[in-house]
């Protein structure tokens, strides 16, 4: 009997779901190997096919996406429940991803903006989502929408983490065999190597040692000579603090590291450790200096913690108007 698995979508782009898809031929190999029992987006599952398992009779359920509703924190649980491992997988599920950056915001500045002051509104009485309303037609409800973005595992145990903006397809396939084959790692252990992006990178060779930066540039400010380490020549790569496993694909393609793999596990704080490492490189032991370098780096929480705010030790901006925000856990 093939094992039975599960696939899962909480706060996604779907673009995880379609790295599923991008096995190409490859996903006819997984499908001979395991069953799918669930997956929503591709096929037309409902909840209570779900709820019809016993406990731990899936071999595992693989979950992408952060977790910011009550539905999404109660399917987390059920799929717990109903699989012997759960796949973190991608970076909004490992670590909170692009979705985590709105813990820069209050539940409420949220819905302001989406349902009172977006330029495009038609919405005059001002009306947001509620969770019980009544209408002629009958009750409605709606999930809570959570005060604050939470990883997958700030929400359930957590067995293996697969990271990636999407995962890249070969560690899809290498962790869905081994899955397969019985091979899988310890508890806890992240599917992709080890070792930081710059050991896989084409341009390690040419990748600064010593301080030698003397500004910073934004991907449409120069045309990047192909052969050389982007951050040598001021773009801001994430490379050194990053785990490896994508091939360096943007690389490839003249655009510096984002960080979309996450931490190595020597790593506490991911956003810290990439700001250290590019500011260690700054040319000048000139304190107002290296601030005002450091000062023309736009946006550094979208550039340190894209993928991993809720995982950091940050986890959230926090001030005053935080305390009304909402429905809190
Ligand atoms: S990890 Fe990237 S591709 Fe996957 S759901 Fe999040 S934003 Fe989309
Ligand atoms: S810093 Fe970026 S471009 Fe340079 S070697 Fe590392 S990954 Fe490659």
Redesign the pocket.
């Known amino acids: 009997m093939k094992p039975k698995v599960a696939f899962y979508w909480c706060a996604s782009c779907g673009g995880c779901e379609e790295a599923v898809v991008d096995l190409a031929q490859d996903v006819l190999a997984v499908t001979e190997a395991v069953e799918i029992v669930f997956w929503p987006v591709a096929l037309d599952f409902k909840r209570e096919d779900l709820d019809a398992f016993a406990d731990g009779e899936l071999a595992a359920a693989f979950i992408n996406g952060a977790v910011r509703t009550s539905e999404q924190e109660e399917m987390a649980e059920l799929l717990r429940r109903k699989a012997g491992a759960v796949v973190a997988f991608g970076s909004c599920a490992c670590h909170g991803g692009i979705p985590g950056l709105a813990n820069l915001y209050s539940r409420e500045e949220i819905l302001q903006c989406v349902y009172r002051d977006a330029p495009s509104l038609a919405n005059p009485e001002g009306a947001t989502p509620q969770l019980e309303t009544d209408m002629p037609e009958g009750h409605l409800s709606l999930p809570a929408f959570y005060d604050d973005v939470r990883a997958l595992d700030q929400v359930i145990d957590v067995d293996y983490y697969l990271p990636g903006c999407a995962p890249p397809t070969d560690l899809i396939r290498a962790a869905v065999m081994a899955l397969v084959e019985g091979r899988l790692p310890p508890k806890g252990s992240v599917l992709a190597p080890d070792v930081?992006?710059?050991s896989e990178?084409?341009?390690?060779?040419?990748?600064?040692q010593t301080p030698l930066i003397r500004g910073f540039k934004r991907p449409h400010e120069l045309l990047p000579d192909p052969d050389v380490?982007?951050?040598?020549q001021g773009?801001i790569?994430?490379?050194?603090a990053?785990r490896a496993g994508c091939g360096?694909a943007c690389?490839s393609a003249n655009m510096?590291?984002s960080g979309c793999m996450g931490p190595m596990s020597r790593v506490v704080d991911h956003g810290a450790k990439a700001l250290s490492a590019i500011a260690s490189l700054i040319d000048s032991t000139e304190a107002p200096e290296i601030a005002a370098r450091a000062g023309e780096i736009p946006d550094p929480v979208g550039t340190f913690y894209r993928y991993g705010l809720p995982a950091s030790l940050l986890h959230r901006r926090v001030y005053a108007a935080h305390a009304n925000g909402g429905p809190q856990r």
Not at 201 to 208: E, L, M, N, R, V
Not at 237 to 240: K, M, S
């Open positions: 930081a992006l710059c990178c084409q341009h390690a060779a040419s990748k600064p380490c982007l951050l040598t773009l790569c994430l490379g050194p990053t360096a690389i510096p590291c």
